[in-house]
């Protein structure tokens, strides 16, 4: 029972360069999340998806692209990596049956995090 | 936009004490206020409140919401080096999206 996996779990890159961060779930969840997580920011939404094909951004979208074409998979890309993105980042996922009126706690559960360093 | 503040940043305790730590928020259509524990790794839910006035509680750990005052708190009781580690609320909307506040870092020595 893997759960959410998040790869890889340490990054070293420079900047400019192109990194992607990877998040696999075995649950069938269908929201899944990226948040970073800054000494004095606490958790940060970058981008969440509410099923398949279907993302928007959080509160802090600028520099980062995601894609879900499979549920189980959740990737985000750093097109251009700057040092502001040195970050802890955690892939998370919901059992969340949709929006409004939806059975649910809004519990998430996290993957182990992938501790980034641009350069 | 929603926000949600947690007090103290950090504490220093010896094992023994109790601990309060707080959350105060501001949620656009409340729906939930969540509480984690968050060691080396990742987050690990503690407690989910939704109802004011009623204690939840696991072993040491008790928390409380107060939907009038828009705060919560969690308490930990005859606290252990175990317990250290950051705590963090986040408030839940009707969207079912989670701000979180920035973390209590709780440090209990021996």
């Known amino acids: 029972d893997a759960g959410i996996t998040q790869s890889p779990r340490y990054k070293i890159t420079e900047t400019g360069r192109q990194v992607t961060l990877m998040c696999h779930q075995t649950?069938?969840?269908?929201?899944m999340f990226w948040y970073r997580q800054d000494l004095g920011h606490g958790l940060r939404l970058i981008y969440y998806?509410?099923?398949?094909?279907?993302?928007d951004k959080g509160e802090v979208p600028d520099g980062y692209v995601v894609s879900r074409s499979k549920t189980e998979n959740f990737p985000l890309t750093l097109e251009s990596a700057t040092r502001s993105q040195t970050s802890v980042y955690f892939c998370?996922?919901?059992?969340?049956?949709?929006?409004?009126?939806?059975?649910?706690?809004?519990?998430?559960?996290f993957g182990e995090g992938s501790r980034l360093t641009v350069l | 936009e929603d926000k949600v503040v947690q007090s103290p940043l950090s504490l220093v305790v010896h094992e023994g004490d109790t601990v309060t730590l707080n959350c105060s928020y501001e949620?656009?259509?409340?729906?939930?206020l969540l509480w984690y524990k968050q060691e080396k790794k990742a987050p690990t839910f503690l407690f989910m409140l939704t109802s004011s006035g009623i204690e939840k509680k696991s072993g040491r750990l008790s928390s409380i919401l107060d939907k009038k005052e828009l705060f919560s708190i969690l308490n930990i009781t005859a606290t252990q080096t175990g317990d250290s580690a950051i705590y963090l609320c986040a408030g839940v909307n009707a969207g079912n999206m989670l701000t979180f506040g920035g973390g209590t870092r709780l440090m209990v020595k021996p």
């Open positions: 998806s509410a099923a398949a094909d279907i993302t």
């Open positions: 649950w069938s969840h269908s929201y």
């Open positions: 949620v656009t259509n409340f729906r939930s």
């Open positions: 998370a996922s919901s059992p969340l049956a949709g929006k409004t009126g939806a059975r649910g706690t809004g519990e998430l559960f």
